[in-house]
């Protein structure tokens, strides 16, 4: 019997702290000048990759940047399509308006019009309930087209509560024209970061709140 429960706290513990993962909370932020975080997702052309994270944005913190690990064991060639999927909880204590990527390095690019967003299990709607900002790539050839960064902003109701689950799928490439290809071991660079409302837009929110709320009063 010990020996059965010391087996499932030692899983317990690698599925924890494995890479794919991530159970302690992160904190993240903008400030270029604070320290970042880094975290490695291992995975491969057949089964791409996942991650399972808890974020809390600070201001104070760095950018959160990723590494996505080809072991497949081969190389992955150029222009081929690799499926990231991301499962993020927001464990702070402020509603995230926009989240942020971008690709690092120039050796991979997000395939253009590839990009699903899910809010607790529901697909959001693109155009309603978020707007999606590209960066295009100045590459030319079959490069041309697709994106360097994506900027997510959030409509309300759909802004990323407290402890909302928000899910990005996306798929990641590596160029064309470079010369290589998405080698064993070689890794994809991103960096990632939420945004919550400005104070000040805070502010003119609850005052404009206030105002209709003042205007139903009188009204009734």
Same mark, same amino acid.
């Given at each position: 019997m010990r020996t059965t429960f010391l087996i499932f706290v030692l899983v317990a513990v690698a599925a924890m702290f494995?890479?794919?993962?991530?159970?302690?909370?992160?904190?993240?932020?903008? #400030?270029?000048?604070?320290?970042a $975080?880094?975290? /490695?997702?291992? !995975?491969?052309?057949?089964?791409?990759? *996942?991650?399972?994270?808890?974020?809390?944005?600070?201001?104070?913190?760095g950018f959160w940047f990723k590494s996505f690990r080809n072991t497949g064991g081969s190389p992955i060639?150029?222009?081929?399509?690799?499926?990231?999927?991301?499962?993020?909880?927001?464990?702070?204590?402020?509603?995230?308006?926009?989240w942020h990527e971008e690709i690092l390095g120039g050796g991979f690019l997000f395939r253009q019009n590839m990009v699903d967003v899910y809010l607790n299990g529901t697909l959001l709607v693109e155009g309603? #309930?978020?707007?999606?900002?590209? $960066?295009?790539? /100045?590459?030319? !050839?079959?490069?041309a087209g697709n994106? *360097?960064?994506?900027?997510?902003?959030?409509?309300?109701?759909?802004?990323?509560?407290?402890?909302?689950?928000?899910?990005?799928?996306?798929?990641?490439?590596e160029v064309f024209l470079d010369g290589n290809v998405w080698?064993?071991?070689?890794?994809?660079?991103?960096r990632q970061y939420p945004t919550v409302p400005e104070p000040s837009a805070m502010l003119l929110a609850l005052i404009a709140l206030a105002g209709v709320a003042?205007?139903?009063?009188?009204g009734a």
């Open positions: 494995g890479p794919q993962a991530l159970a302690l909370t992160i904190s993240v932020g903008n #400030d270029p000048g604070a320290t $975080t880094d975290s /490695l997702v291992d !995975g491969d052309q057949a089964n791409g990759f *996942e991650l399972n994270a808890t974020v809390d944005f600070d201001p104070q913190a060639a150029s222009g081929v399509d690799v499926q990231i999927v991301e499962n993020i909880t927001n464990e702070g204590n402020e509603s995230w308006t926009d309603t #309930d978020y707007s999606l900002v590209a $960066t295009p790539t /100045l590459l030319g !050839g079959l490069n994106w *360097e960064a994506i900027d997510l902003f959030f409509n309300a109701p759909n802004l990323v509560d407290p402890s909302d689950v928000l899910r990005i799928e996306k798929k990641v490439f080698q064993p071991n070689e890794i994809a660079h991103i003042g205007l139903r009063r009188a």
